[in-house]
């Protein structure tokens, strides 16, 4: 081990020969590392540093107690100590280091490998950590867990008779199989020691990644095929083909299909797109429209049961509602493929009849692959969406294709959330998509109508109500009088402004009488887009108000705020200096300090500590006199802020509640919690109830539940 420097200052002191611990004291008090979590220290990859955490003197504080030293919990909490054991471990197999897998296991001889950390290895390929459990631990197989009450594994049990517990099982194989670890699964299932696995997640991740290889192989080995849509829809998503081919091949495709070509389309696999639809017409179980069918769909989709009779592209077939999915992340080639495979409704029979299919196959749908999907009929927020992210090509297609269709208001989007219809325009304007702004009101120009969005509809049939989005909704049942074109409102320079496009609100000034509001110059200050606050001055009457400086600081943007201070008028509020210090910006803090007289409030050192802003809150303390509140502490714990906390109950009379330790568990900061714990427990808190011993293990060990379920990754049983 190579010396620190305190060892080679210390060697040049005669009187200090022989006397190591107090080499060793002087040099754990110059370095802070060694109170780190031990967790946190793995993710460094050193054992130097974890032996000397680990070796280092405890006892360093004057009083004696070393009340808020990290390293004495190691060793007076068995249950921080268990949980350190399992999050070491899961820093380890991130690194994949078998060293700190073996220092732990040494270290901490008393605990078992919880599942989180088997998936975590297995998810890495760590096959030398893998090894390493199955040969250094025993296994909970499926018999044991059988004979528990509740019939599952404790992971809170401390090791049994037979030595240190290792949780195989369940997702273990599956999770090396999505993360492309062959030899990772093949070894665990080589190795089974009659573990209860989810054996189909297993095949269904293989054909995810595309290993048909390793998909072959579990198939032979446990004789089955994947069970449910996962694979299908996985295989789609990463465009492989070949999965899907493998899958159809086995009589598989067909009872998994629902929703399949709405994963590919939106990923962008023409391939896949093509395979599908070209597989579903070579289907001899499907037909086209003729005759008749509104009842094809009435079971809907259930597990494995197909009922559908037509062919993807037939009328309200998935491929419409594909369209949407592709055109919305860009993939016009898969957009226009679809488009063209599509049957389109002739007349007002042929209407009632997609919107009743479209319904059912939406819900079919969202039961195979949850609600919030990208499968929707072309609308609004297609085109909402396509312009919001740039995709101007897409754009122009979507206006050439739909913009005639009567039941489509393709330029304004009802929201929700704010009760009004929003401008396609304006969303194009907010992300700086100038090219597809000018083609947009140029559309609008040529059609003669650049009114905004209609007041009355007429409504020709009940509507289905297609929600896209939770607070968007598309109006393809209803009737236009005519169709609305695009136009633009205040707020596309608004959000131009606050997005710091000036090219675009240069624009939207020489070439649009809508205007804006004070919106533009607040938000851009909040932003720090200087320039666009100074052509905004410069150019517009709109002016902005007290919310620009008061943005600007609590964004830290100090340009901003003196450019406002010396140009406008309008000032700013305490909130400034709350802002800027909440944030931790004390060069913004002291320049308001000295240069305006608005001041703060308690909300100022209450945000900095909530902030872990140690400088700011010392400044605050130091130079100001509107102090703070319990809150400070309270908050500073729910982000294990531990240096702030130290410094503001040694330096200040607010103290904390008994909040500031159920915030540290919700967080899961469990050193917060027994450091804050253990001070009250000395009568150090007045506003905190001192418990009798026993009191003081329920909570703890209460707390501990808490926090292991706040920082433990979740694993399904």
Not at 406 to 429: C, T
Not at 662 to 691: C, D, R, W, Y
């Amino acid at each position: 081990m190579s010396p620190t420097a305190v060892d080679l200052v210390c060697r040049s002191k005669s009187e200090l020969d022989g006397i190591t611990y107090v080499v060793d004291a002087i040099s754990a008090y110059a370095d802070s590392s060694v109170e780190l979590p031990l967790a946190k220290a793995c993710t460094f990859g050193s054992l130097r540093l974890l032996n000397r955490i680990w070796n280092s003197t405890i006892d360093l504080e004057s009083n004696g107690r070393g009340m808020w030293s990290i390293r004495k919990l190691l060793r007076s909490y068995k249950l921080y100590g268990k949980l350190q054991f399992t999050l070491c471990l899961l820093e380890a197999v991130k690194i994949n280091s078998l060293e700190i897998v073996q220092w732990l296991f040494e270290r901490f001889p008393d605990y078992g490998v919880r599942r989180p950390v088997v998936y975590g290895a297995a998810e890495a390929g760590a096959l030398e950590i893998l090894q390493y459990f199955r040969e250094h631990g025993t296994t909970v197989n499926h018999e044991d867990e059988e004979n528990l009450e509740g019939g599952r594994w404790n992971e809170e049990t401390e090791n049994w008779e037979k030595g240190r517990w290792v949780y195989w099982g369940n997702e273990d194989a599956a999770q090396a199989a999505l993360g492309g670890h062959q030899d990772a699964v093949m070894y665990i299932y080589e190795t089974t020691a009659y573990e209860d696995r989810c054996d189909y997640d297993t095949i269904g991740g293989a054909i995810i990644r595309g290993d048909l290889e390793l998909a072959e192989w579990l198939s032979d080995r446990l004789d089955m095929l994947p069970d449910g849509p996962d694979a299908h829809l996985g295989a789609a998503a990463n465009g492989h083909v070949r999965s899907l081919q493998w899958l159809h091949a086995r009589g598989q495709y067909s009872m998994y299909d629902v929703g399949v070509l709405v994963r590919a389309a939106e990923a962008g696999h023409l391939d896949v797109v093509r395979w599908i639809i070209d597989r579903d017409w070579n289907d001899q179980g499907l037909g086209t429209d003729s005759g008749e069918d509104e009842d094809e769909y009435a079971m809907g989709y259930n597990r494995g049961n197909r009922t559908r009779r037509t062919h993807i592209t037939c009328l309200g077939g998935e491929a419409s509602l594909a369209i949407h999915a592709a055109a919305i992340h860009g993939h016009l080639d898969v957009a226009k493929y679809l488009h063209s495979r599509i049957d389109i409704p002739l007349d007002a029979i042929d209407r009632v009849k997609e919107d009743w299919r479209l319904y059912k196959r939406l819900k079919a749908i969202s039961r195979q692959i949850g609600q919030n999907n990208n499968a929707a009929k072309v609308s609004g927020v297609t085109m909402l969406l396509a312009a919001q992210r740039g995709h101007a090509d897409v754009v122009q297609w979507l206006y050439e294709e739909y913009h005639g269709d009567p039941r489509i208001n393709l330029f304004w989007v009802y929201s929700d959330a704010e009760a009004k219809y929003v401008s396609v325009v304006d969303a194009a304007a907010a992300n700086g998509h100038l090219e597809i702004v000018k083609y947009l009101l140029q559309v609008g120009k040529e059609g003669n109508d650049s009114v905004g969005p209609p007041q009355k509809r007429q409504r020709t049939q009940e509507s289905s109500n297609f929600t896209v989005r939770e607070d968007m909704h598309d109006t393809h049942s209803e009737l236009l009088d005519d169709p609305t074109m695009p136009s633009c409102t205040k707020k596309a320079i608004d959000n131009a402004a606050a997005a710091g496009h000036l090219d675009v609100v240069k624009w939207l000034h020489v070439n649009r009488t809508d205007g804006c509001t004070t919106d533009a110059m607040d938000l851009a200050a909040l932003n720090g887009h200087l320039e666009v606050v100074q052509w905004l001055d410069a150019n517009r009457n709109e002016g902005c108000t007290t919310g620009a400086m008061d943005n600007a600081a609590t964004s830290g943007e100090l340009a901003v705020v003196k450019w406002l201070h010396e140009h406008r008028t309008e000032g700013c509020t305490l909130a400034a200096m709350n802002g800027a210090a909440s944030n931790g910006f004390l060069i913004v803090v002291k320049w308001l300090h000295d240069n305006r007289s608005e001041g703060c409030s308690s909300a100022a050192m209450n945000g900095a500590a909530a902030r872990g802003a140690l400088d700011a809150v010392k400044w605050l303390h130091h130079h100001r006199s509107e102090s703070c509140t319990p809150l400070a502490m309270d908050e500073a714990a729910r982000k294990g802020h531990l240096h702030v906390l130290r410094w503001l109950f040694e330096n200040r009379d607010e103290g904390f509640t008994t909040v500031a330790v159920s915030n540290a568990a919700q967080a899961g900061h469990f050193e917060t919690v027994l450091i804050l714990h253990n001070l009250a427990q000395e009568g150090l808190v007045p506003e905190v109830e001192k418990m009798n011993e026993d009191a003081s293990m329920v909570l703890i060990s209460d707390i501990y539940q808490e926090v292991v379920r706040a920082v433990l990754p979740k694993t399904d049983e």
